[in-house]
């Protein structure tokens, strides 16, 4: 028997992920952010051609399983794929083409019932990109590396399940299953250490990963009111959390709406740990649909940026049905 799956992660610049003097390119309309990819995948190629991403890695493997249960083969069958950077200066436009590195893909590794598969892809950005280097010239144009390290068991029953095991600190990675389906994010952006650091050893061709923090995916309620909070008519407040701070305490009056950019934020209850949340959650209803006072606190768990506003510029239906959802979330973890 002949089983084969897939695991695909996308990477793409979301919208402010970008700080200090290198967002000069983004500010005056030559470099661009990305729109969030599609919540299911389908043509690669097709996504490429739109500009939808600026990496993909697709692990695709297969294994063949004897009448007695052993696996006989294993094989890698996908790829990385790179994709471009468009820089615009009034009405010229010019196509940078990234530079692909060669994709790493480790010896399957065999267990009782099952074989792992770690690819991982990625390149050279498109854009050069100046850096101080410590040496003359002092300055080297060369963009850093970005990648993915992927991760696909699959076992002799024909099940199967990717994850995200290894990120470059920059861009943004989502990642999706066999199906297609949007199954996690990377809940952290740190543009400033990949910038700096993201060159020759300190990448996976020079045998240094990084690990992902990886969390899970927000419903499709969470990205409809996210887009309202970021596009509506109240302006959103947009502030940098450091980690271990109180962003909100229970007991205390407020009814600001959060949504988060980026990082991990905890809800606590009466000192109790009940979920964490990470990119495109939004937290904080509760306090406006019960009176003002906030039942939980929100701390952060990482360095994070939020983004706020009154809950009273969002719809009411919408937020009373994003709180019945933590309520069921907050009563599992619990």
């Avoid at 695991?7 to 309309?29: H, K, M, N, Y």
């Avoid at 890698?76 to 060669?102: C, D, N, Q, R």
């Avoid at 905890?266 to 649909?289: I, N």
Wanted: glycine letters at 10%.
């Amino acid at each position: 028997m002949r089983y084969q799956s897939s695991v695909t992660s996308l990477s793409w610049i979301p919208s402010e992920a970008i700080q200090g003097g290198t967002r000069l390119p983004f500010d005056v309309g030559m470099a661009h952010y990305d729109p969030a990819p599609p919540d299911e995948i389908d043509d690669l190629d097709e996504l490429r051609r739109h500009d939808r991403f600026r990496f993909a890695n697709r692990l695709s493997a297969s294994i063949q399983v004897n009448a007695s249960g052993e696996i006989t083969a294993a094989s890698y069958t996908g790829a990385g794929m790179i994709g471009s950077t468009t820089v615009k200066v009034g009405p010229v436009s010019k196509v940078f083409e990234a530079v692909a590195l060669p994709d790493i893909k480790t010896k399957p590794v065999y267990g009782d019932g099952w074989v792992r598969f770690t690819q991982t892809a990625g390149g050279r950005t498109g854009m050069p990109a100046p850096r101080r280097v410590r040496r003359a010239p002092f300055v080297q144009w060369q963009a850093p590396l970005a990648w993915t390290t992927l991760a696909l068991t699959m076992h002799t029953n024909g099940e199967a399940k990717g994850s995200l095991v290894g990120a470059s600190r920059f861009p943004r990675h989502w990642v999706y299953d066999d199906n297609g389906q949007l199954s996690a994010k990377s809940g952290l952006i740190d543009f400033s250490d990949w910038y700096r650091k993201s060159f020759g050893k300190a990448t996976p061709w020079g045998h240094q990963d990084s690990d992902a923090f990886v969390t899970t995916v927000e419903t499709a309620l969470e990205r409809n009111l996210s887009h309202k909070l970021m596009k509506g008519a109240a302006k959103p407040k947009i502030r940098k959390v450091k980690r271990g701070t109180v962003l909100v305490a229970q007991g205390d009056r407020s009814s600001e709406v959060y949504l988060i950019l980026d990082g991990v934020l905890r809800v606590e209850v009466d000192g109790a740990r009940m979920a964490e949340y990470g990119p495109g959650a939004m937290l904080g209803e509760r306090a406006h649909l019960e009176g003002g006072t906030r039942t939980s606190s929100l701390v952060a768990v990482t360095d994070c940026r939020v983004a706020s506003v009154p809950a009273e510029s969002l719809d009411r239906e919408s937020l009373q049905e994003l709180s019945t959802g933590h309520r069921r979330e907050d009563s599992n973890a619990g």
